[in-house]
């Protein structure tokens, strides 16, 4: 059972906030608004959010070296929101367009996972790499549409 929880609430319940999460960012998109105000105003939802379960999550260890790589994966998530924003701003594409492509971060994920921290010693590869070929085929059906 806990296999299941952890599959909802670590996997289909983000998946659904950040589907949400990419309407708001193509509403507000359109309305009309700078990345870089758009981004701070971003930021201050992730601090509330960081706040909030400061004081839900109880017992939780606080160290520099692992702030600094939160620090630098925000970086690098707040790079890619920018350029998300400048296709749906710059360049007018659709969000049911670009966030699927996006979603291909799936597969850096993956094979990063798989050199830095050798999961391939966790998972059924080959059930991996299927998957993978499908987001690879669907990344292509997507960006041709």
Not at 90 to 100: D, E, Q, R, Y
Not at 125 to 135: M, W
């Amino acid at each position: 059972m806990d296999g299941v929880k952890g599959v909802i609430i670590g996997g289909l319940l983000p998946a659904m906030l950040f589907g949400i999460g990419s309407i708001f960012q193509k509403a507000g998109n359109k309305i009309g608004i700078a990345q870089s105000y758009y981004l701070i105003s971003f930021a201050s939802g992730i601090i509330a959010a960081g706040v909030v379960s400061f004081f839900v999550l109880k017992n939780s260890p606080f160290s520099y070296k692992a702030a600094a790589f939160a620090i630098g994966h925000g970086l690098f998530f707040g790079a890619g929101f920018v350029m998300i924003g400048a296709g749906l701003a710059v360049f007018n594409m659709p969000i049911s367009k670009i966030v699927p492509l996006v979603n291909m971060s799936a597969l850096v994920v993956v094979a990063l996972g798989f050199v830095v921290f050798r999961e391939y010693s966790e998972v059924n590869v080959f059930n991996l790499l299927a998957g993978a070929i499908l987001i690879v085929a669907g990344g292509i059906l997507v960006g041709k549409s």
